[in-house]
Every structure is written in C-alpha cells, then in structure tokens.
C-alpha cells in the first residue's frame, strides 16, 4: 500500500449537552417523571416537543439528516423539527446502547461496533455478540451495560416500558443487553409493527419502535438501490399510518440511529499487511480503534492518510466522563478514515455498499421528528 496523502480532520466531539440523542432519551425521561442522568434537549428543541402521558419513540436505523431529500421521504420530512447528533462510533450498538442507558458511551462502555473486552481473544462484533472469526463468547449481555437501565428507572417511577420489533430479535444476545427491564412485543411485518405501536399506547408508557430495513438495505444494496427506495417508502408508510391513527394526546417522536455513505471498491483501503500485525484493531471502519506500538500506529497513520486522534481528545469523543472504568476497551488512538475511504482490517465486512461510524455529517447528524 503506497503512502496516501495525509488529510487532517476537524475533530469535534457529537452534541452531549442538549443536542444530541442522549439528551433526546434525558427529555423523554424527565417528561415522564423520572430522573434522567444526562441533560435534555436544548430549550429550543425541547419546545417542539409536547407534553403527554404516553411517549412513542420511532427509531429509523440508518436514516442520517441527508437522506431525507430522497423523494420518498417526503412524509418523514415533513414531521422533520430539528437535528441531533449521534453518539460516536456513529453506529447501531453504542447510540441504542445510549437509548437504553440514557448516557453517553463514556459512561455505558459500547465504543464500537467491534469491541475489545478483556479476556476474550479475538474482538467482539457487538450486533451479533461473536468474534470476528465467528466464534461465540462466553458473555452475560444481560448485565453487560450498567445498571440500572433507562427502562428500570422508569419502572421504578411507574411507567411501562415497551419495545417493538422484528420478532427475529426476540431473545438475541443484543437484545439481552438492550432491553433488560422492558416488555419486548414481536411483530412479523410493518402492518404489524403499526398496530401493536398504536394499540399498546395508553397512559404511563414510553412505546420504542424499531425500524431496521433502511440500515439494512442502505449496507448492502447502498441509497442508489430500488431496494434502498422500496425500505425508504416502508419506513415512512409505518410512520404516516401510526402518526393518523395515534390518539392526539400521545406524543410521537422519531430519530435515527447513525446516517449512511456509499463508497465505490476503490476507496477501501485492506489492512492486510504483515507490518501492522503488532496491532489490534476494533471499532468501525470509518473511525478504527487501534492499540499497540504507537510509532506503528503513526506510520499507518501516513500509509492510509487518516487523521490520528489520541488522549484526551480521543476520549472526548465518547462523552464528558472519565473513561478509566472501562480499562482495556479504550485504545490508545483511533485513526478517523479520510474522507471517502475506509480501514479495513481482518475480520472487518468489506463486502458492504454502506458504512458509516465516522464523524462526518451524513454519519452524525440525526433527524428529530414530531408527529
């Protein structure tokens, strides 16, 4: 791999503080009646959102601020009052993992889609809980984020938590960590899912909605696909039908997890060589966390021209809090991949249209909807 020119990235830590989606989660929770341990939305933000005794929350896997222009959003754009940041890495574990807590990744310790945890060789892909060879761990995930979560503090306070999903999740690994606390509903298809989400709403619950198929179909067939058209138009029919056929005095809120960029095979960049084997890598191939020698990390650094980020810089990315806690899953840098490129090590997907897990807008920035 010839060296590639070396572009310096502006790194600005996500929205913590009342414009990012922990503080959606510390609004929804305090408006409930809990005690929320992040701050909430930021005052203008936070007027667009009414008061009620039920919350819904839609979340759209993969539906970054962007990909809203597309013609067949048109319904989501109109619910459109604002934007929120992801949490970083940019990516399905750690923002639901912030949902379900409530904080930031500082705090509930999923950095990543791959993730280092002491004891278990190789590194872990979060969404399946397997190394990236395949294998299964030996890992409670029920207990794996701390306690107690957003669901049981809102049980504690008399509100019922419910999620709605793809009944294929119903008991999976991440599902264990995700929802310890909450009724979980499974549904068999978008009809389904709209009328468990409008007949579950009543007094004292906070309903989550879970849309996977655009994050799906934005991975493998990228935006420019029918298929990436067809998830597009079922996600924005399931928020139409359940924002007419919900009663008015229920508040309906929709976000997304991360957004979604396509990259061509040219821009992937195959960590393969024998030179970095003195390296471990993990996160996201858009912001790779690597540790090992640090002058090995510097010349990868120049070979695939990404922007290195370590120390206090780097933990500022994860939120406010000390990160020391978490030991072993904080690396000594992460290398944030130049723009349209991406670090591909062994045992990351390379196989993908979509990625996403950087820090640049169409990764970061979030919509928040208002039914």
Request: with cysteine.
């Amino acid at each position: 791999m010839t060296e590639a020119p070396t572009q310096h990235l502006e790194v600005n830590p996500p929205s913590y503080d009342g414009r990012g989606l922990v503080n959606l989660m510390a609004e929804i929770e305090t408006r409930l009646g809990g005690h929320a341990l992040s701050p909430g939305l930021d005052e203008d933000l936070a007027a667009a959102i009414p008061d009620g005794e039920t919350f819904i929350l839609v979340v759209i896997d993969g539906l970054g601020d962007s990909q809203l222009a597309h013609p067949l959003a048109r319904n989501l754009m109109e619910s459109r009052i604002g934007v929120l940041e992801a949490p970083f890495s940019t990516t399905t574990t750690t923002s639901l993992s912030t949902i379900a807590t409530g904080v930031p990744p500082s705090r509930h310790g999923v950095l990543g889609h791959i993730l280092r945890i002491p004891g278990i060789q190789p590194v872990v892909n979060t969404l399946k809980w397997r190394t990236t060879w395949g294998d299964s761990v030996d890992v409670d995930t029920s207990r794996f984020l701390p306690s107690p979560l957003l669901w049981e503090r809102l049980r504690d306070v008399g509100v019922e938590p419910i999620t709605i999903q793809p009944g294929e999740f119903e008991g999976t690994p991440l599902s264990r960590m995700l929802y310890r606390g909450c009724r979980f509903e499974p549904t068999w298809s978008p009809l389904d899912m709209v009328a468990a989400t409008v007949g579950l709403a009543r007094p004292g619950r906070l309903i989550l909605t879970y849309l996977p198929m655009i994050d799906v179909a934005a991975h493998v067939h990228g935006q420019r696909s029918s298929e990436y058209a067809e998830a597009l138009a079922v996600a924005a029919e399931v928020w139409l039908r359940i924002q007419i056929e919900l009663p008015p005095d229920v508040v309906l809120i929709g976000t997304a997890d991360h957004g979604h960029i396509d990259y061509p095979e040219g821009a992937k960049k195959l960590l393969r060589s024998a030179q970095w084997d003195d390296l471990e890598f993990w996160g996201d191939p858009r912001s790779l966390l690597v540790s090992g020698p640090m002058h090995t990390i510097e010349e990868l650094t120049k070979t695939v021209g990404a922007t290195l980020v370590t120390g206090p810089e780097l933990h500022r990315l994860w939120g406010p809090d000390d990160l020391g806690p978490l030991g072993e899953r904080v690396p000594d840098a992460a290398l944030l991949a130049a723009p349209g490129t991406l670090l591909l090590p062994r045992g990351f997907d390379k196989r993908l249209i979509g990625y996403h897990g950087g820090l640049s807008a169409p990764e970061r920035q979030i919509p928040l909807l208002v039914g």
